[in-house]
């Protein structure tokens, strides 16, 4: 098994641009996670989903966008990136309430 | 969610027990304490956690105070691949949390030879 997987490990924007992560988790969890990680700091919750077609905001969802419209997959889009969002994000999945899994982060310089 | 307390940093030698302290004074009944760690900034991995018995499994123990305001993570041999951030968390179970977690700053566990 897979886990969680992250796509793009890494990637550089310009301020302005527009991307989207990809987390796919091949462990049929009905809950899943994005948090952003900046330095020195634990990481914070950006948005969540409780099931397929469900989304939710966390901590800090402001200036991101999610769809979770497979189960398996759940999508983090920044529409105009700023340099604020310079930060390593990580998507994470629970089966319900129970211990969550991580996935491996994916490192964002807006430039 | 309660909040935790946990002190910056902590040394261990190799093969030696760490011992890492959590204060949660303001626990709830139906909250839980849950221990991840962050091993040089990859993703966080869950290690143990309980609600008031200890509780042992083949990475670590966590031992919660009677009166449920503290906890220790136990880790009983350390290695140098424990070398990490542990995070200590408090949150309830079921209800609107739906796995949610909040992290603080965590303990940077530095194990050395």
């Known amino acids: 098994n897979a886990g969680v997987t992250q796509t793009p490990k890494f990637r550089v924007l310009k301020t302005g641009q527009s991307m989207t992560l990809l987390c796919a988790q091949d462990?049929?969890?009905?809950?899943m996670y994005w948090y952003r990680q900046d330095p020195g700091m634990g990481l914070r919750l950006i948005h969540y989903?409780?099931?397929?077609?469900?989304?939710a905001k966390g901590e800090v969802p402001d200036g991101y966008n999610v769809s979770r419209l497979k189960k398996q997959n759940f999508l983090l889009g920044l529409e105009s990136a700023a340099p604020s969002q310079t930060s390593v994000y990580f998507c994470?999945?629970?089966?319900?309430?129970?211990?969550?899994?991580f996935g491996q982060g994916t490192r964002l310089t807006v430039v | 969610d309660a909040k935790t307390t946990q002190p910056p940093s902590m040394d261990c030698a190799e093969g030696r027990a760490a011992n890492l302290p959590c204060n949660h004074s303001?626990?709830?009944?139906?909250?839980?304490v849950y221990w991840y760690r962050q091993i040089h900034s990859q993703g966080p991995q869950y290690i143990i956690h309980?609600?008031?018995n200890n509780e042992t499994n083949e990475m670590a123990s966590l031992i919660i105070t009677e009166d449920r305001k503290s906890s220790t993570l136990i880790l009983p041999h350390a290695t140098l691949r424990d070398t990490a951030v542990y995070y200590c968390?408090?949150?309830?179970?079921?209800?609107?949390?739906?796995?949610?977690?909040?992290f603080g700053q965590g303990t940077i566990l530095t194990v050395h030879p």
């Open positions: 968390i408090v949150r309830n179970a079921g209800g609107t949390s739906y796995g949610k977690l909040t």
């Open positions: 309980g609600l008031k």
């Open positions: 989903s409780v099931g397929e077609g469900t989304t």
């Open positions: 303001t626990i709830s009944g139906n909250e839980y």
């Open positions: 994470a999945s629970s089966l319900t309430d129970t211990e969550a899994f």
């Open positions: 462990m049929n969890h009905e809950y």
